[in-house]
């Protein structure tokens, strides 16, 4: 778990105000936060769940759910519960301010609730029970597959607010399909076995 000393539990109790993170003072916060965040995601997207592993770090953003801008939450702008890393497309281009996800009352207390939140929050719920990602590349060509678990309504949430079905791609030989694929030598038995396992699934 990452630590604070308090002089910079002071300045981030400080900072935790309508564009305090973007304050220079910040910088040295960012700069241990981000990796933290980045170890704990596993280098994925928290919401898409795409590999970063091995983007530069500027492409990825740290995320705040609750969002610190246009006067909603900024007291949380350092709540780690509140922080994860995500990708430009889901933060930026989707998901950007908006609070419509967000079940509780803006005067909450203790927002950090599972039940708080209509899509799969990164911190308070386990994301490989509620969505599972394939992602598969050979050369030049590429498979993306998303699957809701069980038919959670969490996983079903987050596949439709950030438009997954966008990201799903499969451009191996249609008429070869994965069943031909799976039996591939270029594929190790295990991998391609799941592969075949979930999409028949889906």
């Known amino acids: 778990m990452i630590q604070f000393t308090p002089e910079e539990q002071q300045l981030m109790a400080r900072l935790s105000i309508v564009g305090g993170w973007d304050e220079d003072e910040a910088t040295p916060l960012k700069a241990k936060i981000k990796p933290f965040l980045l170890q704990r995601t596993v280098q994925c997207c928290c919401y898409c769940r795409r590999s970063m592993h091995g983007w530069h770090t500027m492409t990825i953003d740290v995320e705040h759910v609750l969002p610190k801008g246009n006067g909603h939450f900024p007291q949380f702008t350092f709540e780690i519960r509140n922080?994860?890393?995500?990708?430009?497309?889901?933060?930026?281009?989707?998901?950007?301010?908006?609070?419509?996800?967000?079940?509780?009352?803006?005067?909450?207390?203790?927002?950090?609730?599972?039940?708080?939140?209509?899509?799969?929050?990164?911190?308070?719920?386990?994301a490989n029970d509620h969505l599972k990602i394939v992602a598969l590349q050979v050369n030049d060509k590429t498979m993306v597959k998303y699957?809701?678990?069980?038919?959670?309504?969490?996983?079903?949430?987050?596949?439709?607010?950030?438009?997954?079905?966008?990201?799903?791609?499969?451009?191996?030989?249609?008429?070869?399909?994965?069943?031909?694929?799976?039996?591939?030598?270029?594929?190790?038995?295990?991998?391609?076995?799941?592969?075949?396992?979930?999409?028949d699934t889906i």
């Open 83 to 126: 922080l994860s890393t995500s990708c430009k497309r889901c933060n930026m281009g989707i998901k950007r301010s908006d609070i419509s996800f967000y079940l509780g009352g803006a005067g909450q207390a203790d927002p950090f609730r599972s039940e708080y939140y209509e899509f799969i929050h990164p911190n308070l719920d386990v």
């Open 147 to 199: 699957q809701i678990i069980d038919g959670s309504a969490k996983g079903n949430s987050t596949y439709h607010y950030f438009e997954l079905d966008k990201i799903e791609t499969n451009s191996f030989d249609e008429a070869q399909g994965l069943a031909e694929l799976s039996v591939s030598e270029a594929l190790p038995a295990v991998v391609s076995q799941e592969l075949k396992a979930v999409l």
